[in-house]
């Protein structure tokens, strides 16, 4: 089921101030870009050093994983910011029901390509997004694969039918619109650490004390007030993640 915004409703801040670059370059029009792209059927891959590769619809995983909402920052590279209500399930419990090999160490998480829309976006980058994350890392229990957001099913240009959240890191690692999700042995391949590796790291942690080489991350600017809060280790998250790093 998709949104369907009633007349005169506003629309979150978030949802109109999206990053999702198979559609657009910009924040402010991916909201509109979206509308033609059809999100059902879908299919999700299971792949790589797994028991048992399947291929199955989002919409049946739903019923099998335990749904939950939470509050989390979301924190941009480009130092903007949020908190946005998700609602989803550990990647744990989703990683627990496919059963991956013990070789796994990493896993490879991949968007449509871009051609599948009906008139691709011209941007000549190593389609189709694709992101990573450490085994240990999805395992976390802050780690999630959203289906929701403020109590309503993802729109498209928030990465319907499902996307990756991990709070402590920047957002590029929050995959949308997943279509694979790949075991390996080996660090896979990202796509901005690809575009562009001396700018957008593997890890991506959130660091105040880390300035990306064209700005400082040492404060963040929150979308909606517009007020400059200073950025939080982890995204605020320390507690629950800094053993990950020791
Ligand atoms: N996923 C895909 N497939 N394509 C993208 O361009 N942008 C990333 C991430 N996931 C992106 C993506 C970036 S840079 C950010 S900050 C977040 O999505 C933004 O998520 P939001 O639009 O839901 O706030």
């Given at each position: 089921m998709l949104i369907r915004i009633p007349k005169g409703w506003e629309i979150p801040?978030?949802?109109?101030?999206?990053?999702?670059?198979?559609?657009?370059s910009d924040k402010d029009d991916v909201y509109l870009k979206v509308e033609k792209f059809s999100v059902r059927p879908w299919t999700i891959e299971i792949s790589g050093l797994v028991e048992k590769p399947i291929t199955f619809d989002p919409d049946d995983l739903l019923r099998l994983m335990p749904m939950e909402e939470r509050l989390y920052r979301h924190r941009c590279v480009e130092a903007w910011a949020m908190a946005v209500p998700w609602t989803g399930f550990p990647m744990k419990a989703f990683i627990d029901t496919v059963r991956p090999l013990s070789k796994a160490r990493f896993i490879r998480f991949t968007t449509f390509h871009p051609a599948r829309r009906s008139n691709p976006f011209t941007w000549n980058a190593p389609w189709p997004y694709t992101e990573g994350l450490t085994m240990e890392e999805a395992v976390n229990p802050l780690t999630m694969l959203v289906t929701g957001i403020y109590g309503h099913p993802l729109?498209?240009?928030?990465?319907?039918?499902?996307?990756?959240?991990?709070?402590?890191?920047?957002?590029?690692?929050?995959?949308?619109?997943i279509v694979r999700i790949e075991f390996t042995e080996q660090r896979p391949r990202t796509f901005w650490n690809t575009v562009i590796p001396e700018e957008y790291d593997f890890p991506a942690n959130v660091n105040p004390e880390v300035p990306h080489p064209?700005?400082?991350?040492?404060?963040?600017?929150?979308?909606?007030?517009?007020?400059?809060?200073?950025?939080?280790?982890?995204?605020?998250?320390?507690?629950?993640?800094?053993?990950?790093y020791a």
């Open positions: 801040d978030a949802a109109r101030y999206n990053n999702f670059y198979e559609f657009s729109p498209k240009q928030h990465g319907a039918p499902l996307r990756l959240v991990v709070p402590w890191k920047y957002g590029y690692k929050s995959i949308k619109s064209r700005w400082s991350q040492a404060t963040e600017k929150m979308i909606g007030t517009g007020e400059r809060r200073p950025t939080l280790l982890y995204n605020g998250y320390e507690k629950y993640v800094a053993h990950l």
